[in-house]
């Protein structure tokens, strides 16, 4: 979490071509100390600093549902209300009945990268390998749009 007083935090995004959001789905929404970031991020809305920034965003929680596009569209919402550009996660969703956990976007989403860290899950084993690569995937397409936007 960026402290309200810290301005070099804020400028390090200030000055990046890009900036991913990321919280975990907790209790419907966004986590606390993101939110209380976002709050923080109105004097950059005021002075129009994200503008045409790109921006993408992720989220994980300890089930499968868990209100994962509630807290993908909270990231999405606050992307456009700085007038950042979303990029969307470009990846056809695995839909067979043979799909596992360790597919590429197992969790279906389009809008961001969704991933489930089942509650019983120790550190080590937390993240399925799809729900990993998804990520990586997703981080190099916003890598490449980037690109194309700063060239």
């Not at 402290?3 to 959001?21: G, H, R, T, V």
């Not at 809008?111 to 729900?131: F, P, Q, R």
């Amino acid at each position: 979490m960026i402290k309200k007083n810290n301005s070099a935090e804020w400028e390090i995004l200030n000055n990046a071509d890009a900036i991913i959001f990321g919280s975990p789905a907790y209790m419907g929404g966004v986590a606390d100390d993101f939110k209380k970031n976002a709050d923080l991020s109105s004097k950059i809305w005021y002075e129009a600093k994200w503008k045409n920034k790109i921006a993408g965003g992720f989220t994980n929680s300890r089930r499968l549902n868990a209100d994962k596009f509630i807290t993908i569209q909270y990231l999405w919402t606050l992307a456009m209300q700085h007038a950042m550009i979303w990029v969307s996660l470009g990846i056809f969703h695995a839909s067979k009945k043979s799909s596992t956990t360790a597919d590429i976007n197992y969790m279906g989403g389009f809008a961001g990268a969704l991933a489930v860290s089942l509650s019983d899950s120790s550190a080590e084993e937390a993240g399925h390998t799809g729900d990993l690569e998804t990520a990586k995937l997703y981080g190099k397409r916003i890598a490449q749009i980037t690109q194309q936007f700063n060239k």
